[in-house]
Each structure stands twice: as C-alpha cells, then as structure tokens.
C-alpha cells in the first residue's frame, strides 16, 4: 500500500517563528489534505490541495504530486498554533472506492 | 450549516461487552467514513458508506460493523470489546463516493475506553 511520511515528527519553536512541514508520499495520489488537529481530537481542515499553491492567512501549503511531496508553511507562528499537524492523501483502492492515508503527523510547540 | 456530529463523545465499557457509535454527516453529504485513531497506530480507515452501500473497508477484524441509514447518518458497531479498542473514532463525511474530488470533514471523535 502507500507509505505517507511526515517531517519532522517534532518541532519546538519560539512565538513568531516560521516553519516549514513536509509530506512524502510513495504513490500517484487523486487528493491531499493537511489537518490540525486540536487538543480535544478534532480534525480541522487546513487545506484540500492535490496540487498547487494555496494560501490562508498566517498558512499555506504547495503540493507537488509529480514530486510526490507537500509543504505546509506557518509564518510568524503563535500559540494557538501547537498540536499535531496530519498529512492525508487519497489514492484508488480498487476502482470507485477510495481511503485516506494520514501521515504519523508532526507535533509543533509554540512556546511564548 | 452544522458540522459533522458524533455521539457518544466518551464511552466506558468493560471488555466483552459491544458498543455502538454514531454519526450525523454534513447536510447534503452522502458518503461517511470512519476511522480509528491509536496511539500506536496512528489514524486508520475502517469503512466507508455512500448511499447506505460499503464502499471500501480497511484491516480490522470482522468485530467492527457498520452501517448507514437512508439520511446518510451511519453507525458503527463493536462486538467483544478488547483492550486494544480503546481509541478515538473518528468520523468524516464527504459529498460524494470515495472522496473523489471532495474534501473530507472530520467529527470530534468518540473517545472509547476499554477496561
């Protein structure tokens, strides 16, 4: 099956700093998306990207799918930032039917 | 529009015993799939539901069930709970088949402890 591998597994950092996380993965893939997911466990959507560049606010992320790797960017990081970050790619199980495939994550600290 | 809603929130149960889980997807959306989030493991696909039909399933054992009613809402089942079940589920829910071109929303998750 795909391999997705997330780096850095961990990354400590100071308020304002800026970080980079990236996402390789071992197949062609139909769909990308990166999430945070909050201290209560919820998944929150960041970006839906099999390809490109998309930018929101303080975040973006490029995708480059005949490279096989995705990059989240945080700028002047804050707090509220912290948590685990997931990258999840959607390729063909068997035609029609498809899965996510997330990443072990990367856990960020934002310290003050 | 309301998110993708999950009840219970926490669930104790003792080993042996089943639970039942549920999900209500977004407004409009058809297709519901769930997944188990471990320590250990990571996150991992268990099945997906598009018009009350399943679509894919991932590697568990045949314990784990589910279904999905007419509204779309699904439910999951777990026979002969084990230790190792103890985990957060977690739900999504998508317009269409598969996530073919469409962004998956995530639940806030059902935390089951087993003891």
């Known amino acids: 099956g795909i391999q997705v591998e997330q780096s850095p597994p961990d990354l400590i950092l100071q308020e304002g700093a800026n970080s980079t996380l990236r996402c390789n993965f071992s197949?062609?893939?139909?769909?990308l998306q990166w999430f945070h997911q909050n201290p209560w466990g919820q998944l929150i959507n960041l970006f839906y990207?099999?390809?490109g560049t998309k930018q929101n606010g303080r975040l973006s992320a490029t995708t480059v799918a005949t490279e096989r790797y995705s990059l989240l960017y945080i700028s002047s990081s804050q707090t509220t930032d912290s948590g685990v970050y997931f990258c999840?790619?959607?390729?063909?199980?068997?035609?029609?039917?498809?899965?996510?495939?997330f990443g072990q994550g990367t856990r960020l600290t934002i310290n003050p | 529009k309301a998110g993708v809603t999950q009840t219970p929130r926490y669930l104790i149960k003792t080993r042996g015993q089943q639970v039942t889980l549920s999900c209500s997807p977004i407004?409009?959306?058809?297709?519901v799939s769930w997944y188990q989030q471990t320590p250990g493991q990571g996150l991992q696909f268990l099945f997906e539901?598009?018009?009350?039909?399943?679509?894919n399933k991932g590697n568990f054992p045949g314990r784990f069930s589910g279904r999905q009613f007419s509204n779309s809402r699904s439910e999951m089942n777990v026979s002969t709970l084990e230790l190792g079940d103890s985990a957060l589920y977690l739900c999504?829910?998508?317009?269409?088949?598969?996530?073919?071109?469409?962004?998956?929303?995530f639940g806030p998750g059902t935390r089951l402890t087993v003891t």
């Open positions: 999840a790619v959607e390729y063909e199980v068997i035609e029609g039917a498809q899965k996510l495939v």
């Open positions: 407004s409009g959306h058809r297709s």
């Open positions: 999504a829910s998508s317009l269409g088949p598969g996530t073919w071109g469409y962004e998956q929303y």
């Open positions: 990207i099999p390809s």
């Open positions: 539901y598009f018009s009350e039909t399943q679509r």
């Open positions: 197949d062609s893939v139909n769909n």
